[in-house]
């Protein structure tokens, strides 16, 4: 069955910057693209933007673009997804989540999610 | 962007009552990509619904999706103890893929 784990929490300072991974297993890891989607406490789910593994093009939502970086290894089936210039309003759980074949902006399965906390 | 808004914030209804939940899309959606998710507390959204009306593997029967132009619809005939939970939908056919602010289905 399809698995997507994620790596734990994390608690960073203002400015630093925070990197997360997925590791997939289950499935062909070239096949579906993979999505990251944060979501604030208290808040609905947003989109981050999303890598194709088998390649490694991405496409970045523009609130994140300049900020974000989305990256892959093949030989381990993990994706991550780094985040800089941190800020208090960045707190917030990051889910991966893996596209449908098909319908590459639809989410069929998600990862367990990792907790980000900022603050100083 | 393409913004969802979910009605109402939060329903409060019995067990084996009907829930209605309410998305609408501000333009219509390509060949009605939305989809409905369900999440609990300290858990990632789960897929319901996709395709308007298409229910995801091993979702239950009483759970129904309808669209009419750009007013999408998730029903729940007769809830059980474990749908109370918060419900989002989410239109995948355009980029950004963008969600509505959830509804809550709570016990009353």
């Known amino acids: 069955q399809v698995q997507l784990v994620q790596s734990g929490a994390a608690v960073k300072k203002p400015g630093a910057s925070v990197k997360l991974s997925c590791k997939a297993s289950g499935y062909t890891f070239y096949n579906y693209f993979m999505h990251w989607v944060r979501q604030a406490p208290g808040q609905g789910p947003e989109w981050m933007g999303m890598i194709d593994p088998s390649g490694g093009a991405t496409s970045y939502s523009q609130r994140f673009q300049g900020r974000v970086a989305m990256t892959r290894d093949t030989s381990t089936s993990t994706v991550y997804m780094e985040l800089s210039s941190l800020a208090s309003e960045d707190t917030a759980v990051y889910f991966c989540a893996r596209g449908n074949l098909r319908a590459r902006l639809r989410f069929d399965d998600w990862g367990q999610g990792a907790l980000v906390t900022v603050s100083s | ?108």
């Open chain 2, 1 to 108: 962007e393409i913004v969802l808004t979910q009605s109402p914030g939060t329903l409060s209804l019995s067990p084996g009552e009907r829930a209605t939940l309410s998305c609408r899309a501000s333009q219509s959606l390509s060949s009605s990509y939305l989809a409905w998710y369900q999440q609990k507390v300290g858990q990632p959204p789960r897929l319901l619904i996709y395709g308007a009306s298409t229910r995801a593997t091993g979702i239950p029967d009483r759970f129904s999706g309808s669209v009419s132009e750009t007013d999408f619809t998730l029903t729940i005939s007769r809830l059980e103890t474990e749908d109370f939970a918060v419900y989002y939908c989410q239109q995948y056919g355009s980029s950004p893929p963008t969600f509505g602010q959830g509804t809550k289905v709570e016990i009353k």
